[in-house]
């Protein structure tokens, strides 16, 4: 019989996250090496092993009590990301809280699929909800591309610019939109 013992970190090792998260944010615009330096970084911190070193739980599907630094570290990323850049900031809301743009969420979604996360929307063919609600976004863009490639306005336009933020969030690449329209 084989008992797994984990071993978690009590006192999160900040400064080698605080490191990696500014190169990130810092370098943003050159990411590929910077990302998986934080995804490495995250692991290291985050993931849970067993006495051996063995992952049995990776960061980003830890719940309840085990992901309460994640979040944390997810804030101070999305924050950090704002600071840096105000192209970052979707808005204010009346007490002066900040929320990000779907950029930083793509961001932080790269860094979880460094880190080893497949997402079930990039799965071709897929029956689960995020892949059906990417398709059918993608599906309602493109018909409001091809509205106004036609000449003919509607509501909908006015909301173009939310969609692809939300089509973008889950993880489509808003680069594929518009193309191939009938």
């Not at 630094?69 to 809280?97: H, P, Q, W, Y």
Request: charged share 30%; with cysteine; glycine share 8%.
């Amino acid at each position: 019989m084989t008992t797994n013992v984990i071993v978690s970190s009590s006192a999160i090792d900040t400064g080698i996250l605080a490191i990696a998260r500014n190169a990130l944010v810092e370098e943003a615009v050159k990411t590929g090496g910077v990302i998986q330096a934080y995804a490495n970084a995250l692991c290291d911190v985050f993931d849970r092993k067993d006495t051996n070193g063995k992952t049995i739980a990776k960061w980003f599907d830890l719940v309840g009590k085990d992901k309460k630094g994640v979040k944390a570290e997810r804030s101070l990323f999305c924050n950090a990301m704002m600071d840096r850049d105000s192209k970052f900031i979707k808005s204010t809301d009346a007490d002066g809280k900040r929320k990000h743009t779907a950029t930083v969420d793509t961001y932080w979604q790269r860094v979880k699929e460094a880190s080893g996360y497949v997402p079930n929307g990039r799965v071709s063919g897929g029956n689960d909800i995020d892949s059906k609600t990417l398709a059918e976004l993608k599906t309602m863009i493109n018909r409001i591309y091809k509205a106004d490639e036609d000449g003919i306005e509607c509501n909908a336009q006015d909301f173009l610019v939310n969609l692809k933020d939300i089509f973008e969030g889950m993880g489509g690449d808003v680069m594929d939109l518009g193309k191939n329209l009938k």
